[in-house]
């Protein structure tokens, strides 16, 4: 089976460059940001007492692109600002970390994949056949989420997004275990002044090069 992982930093394109890559491919994609925001809205639903318990319960599944919980797909109720503000100190949390890096490989297994987040390259799928590094401005990577607040009906300030970016910009980097960064054979692609159909053209080429070798 083939893993192509792409990580990079919120907003920096993952989840589209890897859904349409994916497509190109003829793949599957996976969300691993989506298993965090949901254990995100776990933790808000719970609270801490049964937090740990239930997310080892939780079965995740993934067919045909979609991502499943429990057998209910995953939707805009991840996507909302209130699991935007705790999903990155969820996230930090050693035992999530552990429980998400489980059921990630759990889910790749046997198949050919593009899977996204932010240590999926240096800690999940070490020996993935592509890894790709996402980067771009914090500006565009706000304006970008900014957008999908918008189209999603969710009325916040273009400042309170540039906050919120550089909010998880520094947890990420900053936790002590599965630190945001690039595994050290990652390729380094900057999304900035680059159209979506522009990134995965490109990226399409790159990987169908460096598939050929694995």
Known sequence: ???????????????????????????EHLDTGAL???????????????????????????????????GKALGDEIRTPEIGKVVSKVAEMPK???????KTRELADKRNVVVEGRDIGTVVLPDAC??????????????RRYAQYLSKGIKLKFEDVVREIESRD???????VAPLKPASDALMFNTDSLTLNEV?????EIVMEKIKKC
């Not at 520094?170 to 002590?176: C, G, K, M, V």
Request: aromatic share 10%.
């Open 170 to 176: 520094r947890i990420d980097s900053e936790r002590a």
């Open 96 to 102: 999530v970390r552990e429980i998400i890096t489980h």
């Open 200 to 204: 995965v053209s490109k990226l399409k």
């Open 1 to 27: 089976m083939i893993y192509i992982t792409i990580d990079g930093p919120a907003g920096s394109g993952k989840s589209s460059v890897a859904f349409y890559l994916a497509k190109e491919l003829g793949f």
């Open 36 to 70: 965090y925001r949901s254990a995100a809205l776990l933790w808000l639903r719970e609270g801490e007492r049964n937090f740990f318990d239930e997310l080892e319960k939780v079965k995740f599944e993934l067919k045909n692109g979609i991502l499943t919980m429990n």
């Open 130 to 143: 592509v890894k790709i590094f996402l980067i771009a401005s914090v500006e565009e990577r706000a304006r």
